[in-house]
Nanobody, 123 residues
């Protein structure tokens, strides 16, 4: 199986930046689509971004497009989420996820999930 561990969350002012990291175990990491999701208190988990196994295809939620960038380094078994121009509405717990050949914004196809890292954006 695959284990995912997120890090890099914290408290930032609106307009600031954070980079989240997701370290993955397992020799099949490079074969998985990787996604980022977030969940605010009292709200459903929502899609943020995903990246294909090769890194050649990315997809973003409209709410973060042009502000967030997802990338991966398969040699380090790590996926990143660079978050710029942060807004208070970005405040949430952020989760990374892994699944085979995922091509949807739904969380359902993802087989493995991290514990999450908290991001708080103040104004």
């Amino acid at each position: 199986q695959v284990q995912l561990v997120e890090s890099g969350g914290g408290l930032v002012q609106a307009g600031g930046s954070l980079r989240l990291s997701c370290a993955a175990s397992g020799r099949t990491f490079s074969s998985y689509t990787m996604g980022w999701f977030r969940q605010a208190p009292g709200k459903d988990r929502e899609f943020v971004a995903r990246i294909s196994w090769s890194g050649g295809t990315t997809w973003y939620a409209d709410s973060v497009k042009d502000r967030f960038t997802i990338s991966r380094d398969n040699a380090k078994n790590t996926v990143y989420l660079q978050m710029n121009s942060l807004k208070p509405e970005d405040t949430a717990d952020y989760y990374c996820a892994a699944g085979p050949r995922v091509a949807t914004t739904s969380p359902l196809p993802y087989e493995y999930w991290g514990q999450g890292t908290q991001v708080t954006v103040s104004s």
